[in-house]
């Protein structure tokens, strides 16, 4: 997106500054794209590679060439679909979540009068905590043994959090959303900043009611920045595996598409299965990426403003 | 100082950095090589001193310690190896994963002067073939765990089983007692059954045990791989699950049955109120009792001690010899390592009698070697009946499957077996032989 926007204003108007400022431009970026060809596209293409064989790491003698039999085998397998329909639940509950009580956060840090970097760092405290750690930190808050959770719902102090897939999976999206919620926030502070303060002046000068602002003017306005936070968490959310890892290991069917790679990759040793699974796995974030850019109508670029 | 020139400058202070700490890795400065031992948490102290003892004026052992659970051991390993690393020098493994090693290559084979030392005839039997694969010896056996029935002598007595001195076994009407027996002892006398039945590893040494005891295996024919015979789906099979099924549906069953491991039933043994428990475990259970006595948990005197028996590893069915499951620890040579023949060297050293009776009376991990179980050192530690149970149970027990595909087995296994209460004799042997079939050829994930 940004490389066509660039193109067509160089098309515009091609004055040797420019052309020259474009060759120093592509030659500073020259050892980062280098770089970053060797760190990303190596591993896919390998793992691409990897994924049209039965391979196991520790029958090495046995590796044989499967064709695309270990995305059939993957793809007609209960267990995928299990996992996909458990990440696919966790990324829309999370991601929906965090949009409402992340855009409450946002309203609140961006009309604050009074102690606004005290109120600002503590909503973003939760981000900058390692999601192994917050994993941590629900798993004690839901635990049986010592956990407060229970206690203030006036639950029964015995019932195992961890023990159902259901209240596991609600544990898990808790932390998911404590944890990334400043995130969402975040991106749509930077959205609700954009939104002019004239146009709402007008709005509020012709009679709209607050709701009627919100949603005629405010929202409107920052679709590209909802857009650009939602795409981001919806990404990130359909990779979840740290607090899955950390809270449940797996157990009670709460296993993502990531836990159960990285099961064939790290327990089985199954390279050729486990590659499969992340080619799968990568082309999934795909397609949600390019439904969500389809669902907002909105051009990238846009977002960035660069048009 | 320019800018460039100090940037050089801190350059070449990193650089000295960086070599100064990969020659500390390599040799210490005494000069001597260091061989890096990879041992698991269970013998710290007991496993220092024999790597100072084992050090000689050419090269010196240092400890290096891998995680504690069996699986995060096995990880790490592997990642060390399959990125072919240099300094994994020796480590400890579980014999499960012997094969898998091995068969990666990851393993040096023992030369024939260290091979013949290290499954001779003072090796036991179950211990000296875990570490062989593929004709080869690739391991040196260390130690060597066992599993017993551990039991209240009162609640045997009251469920008229009584115990044969010759065999070490519990008898039920002059026939060695199977699971049924015992389960039904325990249910109509207030007592309870104890077994590892949690989704783990622990429960696939009771269904292997369970079948092997019926005369047949899980799998056979393993050296061909993704090939190898699924046996699971046969009358040992049937009659495996039907044990299982059997102390799922009785009253004997311990209430956390489905996630029950090594520690759970322990508690059991000695309730606050109720006749106590059979329960299966691993050799650690004496000197556990032995260390609580008068302490919540345990045994409320010396007396009450008294009264905890072991015998041999229940029969699955009546006429056949039970096969009490293996465990322990076998010490593997790294097939990278830049010092094989000092790693050798060492491997022997940590493996001989001496170190063997080192571990089994400073940390309670039982001898490999019959030599280390006749040490008056040993002697002292344990009553002599129950050294003779171990070093039996050992000799004569049954192997998990040796493959490299052991832990998709494993899994699979798992994963059609629990719960324990799901287990029905008519259905979950071939479910599980077709699944692990499945499994094998890649025509399903796990």
């Not at chain 1, 474009?22 to 970053?36: D, Q």
């Not at chain 2, 400065?29 to 790597?51: C, E, F, H, W």
């Not at chain 2, 077709?434 to 890649?442: A, P, Q, T």
Request: glycine share 8%; aromatic share 10%; charged share 20%.
């Amino acid at each position: 997106m940004t490389a066509t926007a660039g193109a067509r204003k160089t098309r515009a108007a091609v004055s040797d500054r420019t052309k020259a400022e474009n060759s120093l431009g592509r030659k500073l970026v020259a050892p980062a794209v280098i770089i970053m060809l060797i760190v990303t596209a190596f591993p896919m293409i390998r793992a691409l590679w990897l994924s049209v064989y039965d391979y196991t790491l520790t029958a090495p003698d046995d590796k044989k060439f499967v064709g695309l039999g270990n995305y059939a085998t993957a793809l007609s397998d209960s267990l995928f679909w299990r996992d996909t329909g458990v990440t696919v639940l966790i990324m829309v509950v999370t991601v929906g979540v965090e949009l409402v009580v992340g855009f409450v956060f946002a309203m609140v840090m961006h009309r604050l009068v009074f102690a606004r970097g005290v109120v600002r760092t503590s909503i973003l405290i939760p981000y900058g905590i390692i999601t192994v750690i917050s994993g941590f930190a629900w798993q004690f808050a839901f635990s049986q043994t010592n956990g407060f959770v229970s206690g203030w719902l006036h639950m029964s102090p015995t019932f195992n959090w961890f023990g159902h897939t259901w209240s596991a999976l609600l544990a898990i999206m808790v932390s998911e959303i404590w944890k990334t919620t400043p995130f969402m926030s975040l991106l749509l502070l930077a959205g609700l900043a954009q939104v002019s303060e004239d146009m709402v002046e007008a709005a509020k000068v012709d009679g709209a009611t607050w709701w009627q602002r919100l949603y005629k003017v405010i929202l409107p306005n920052m679709r590209a920045a909802i857009m650009v936070a939602v795409l981001f968490r919806a990404l990130d959310a359909y990779r979840i595996f740290d607090n899955i890892f950390v809270m449940t290991n797996g157990a009670q069917n709460t296993e993502s598409v990531s836990f159960l790679t990285y099961r064939q990759v790290i327990e089985q040793f199954s390279l050729g299965m486990g590659s499969a699974l992340s080619v799968l796995l990568f082309l999934s974030v795909m397609l949600v990426a390019y439904i969500l850019v389809k669902a907002f109508r909105v051009d990238l670029a846009q977002a960035r403003q660069e048009v | 100082m320019t800018r460039a020139r100090r940037g050089r400058a801190v350059a070449a202070v990193g650089a000295a950095v960086l070599a100064g700490t990969t020659l500390a890795a390599c040799g210490s400065s005494d000069g001597r090589a260091t061989l890096n031992v990879y041992i698991n948490p269970d013998a710290q102290a007991t496993m220092a001193k024999l790597a100072d003892q084992c050090s000689t004026d050419k090269y010196k052992l240092e400890i290096q310690l891998l995680p504690s659970s069996a699986s995060d051991q096995r990880t790490q390993l592997a990642r060390r190896l399959a990125a072919r690393d240099s300094s994994t020098d020796l480590m400890s493994i579980d014999p499960v994963f012997v094969a898998e090693f091995a068969s990666a290559g990851w393993l040096a084979t023992l030369p024939e002067e260290y091979a013949s030392k290290a499954v001779d005839d003072d090796v036991l039997k179950g211990p000296a073939e875990s570490a062989q694969w593929d004709g080869k010896v690739v391991a040196f056996p260390q130690w060597a765990n066992t599993q017993v029935t551990w039991y209240r002598k009162s609640l045997a007595e009251k469920a008229g089983l009584t115990y044969d001195d010759a065999t070490q076994t519990l008898m039920k009407d002059g026939s060695p007692a199977t699971w049924d027996d015992i389960i039904k002892a325990a249910a109509d006398n207030g007592g309870t059954v104890g077994v590892q039945a949690n989704k783990y590893e622990g429960y696939v040494v009771w269904i292997n045990a369970l079948v092997m005891g019926a005369g047949g295996d899980i799998v056979s024919d393993t050296e061909a791989g993704t090939d190898a015979k699924v046996d699971i789906d046969s009358d040992a099979g049937k009659a495996a699950a039907q044990v299982v099924q059997t102390l799922a549906d009785s009253k004997a069953a311990q209430p956390d049955l489905s996630v029950s491991n090594e520690g759970t039933s322990l508690g059991q043994m000695y309730p606050s109120g109720g006749a106590g428990e059979f329960m299966v475990n691993w050799t650690f259970v004496y000197k556990n009792y032995e260390g609580l006595i008068g302490q919540p948990g345990g045994p409320a005197n010396k007396a009450a001690f008294q009264d905890l028996g072991w015998a041999r590893y229940p029969a699955t069915v009546s006429g056949e010899e039970s096969k009490p499951p293996i465990g322990g620890i076998d010490i593997g040579v790294g097939a990278y390592s830049k010092h094989k023949d000092y790693a050798m060297a060492a491997a022997q050293c940590l493996t001989n009698t001496d170190a063997e009776v080192a571990m089994a009376t400073e940390a309670g991990l039982m001898p490999a070697r019959t030599s280390a179980y006749n040490s008056p050192e040993l002697k002292k530690a344990f009553p002599a009946s129950l050294l003779e149970l171990f070093q039996n149970s050992v000799d004569t027990g049954g192997l998990r499957p040796q493959s490299a595909y052991y832990s998709k087995i494993s899994s699979a296994i798992q994963s059609r077996w629990h719960p324990p209460s799901s287990v029905s004799e008519s259905s979950t042997p071939g479910n599980s032989a077709s699944f692990l079939k499945d499994v094998l050829e890649g025509k399903a994930l796990l």
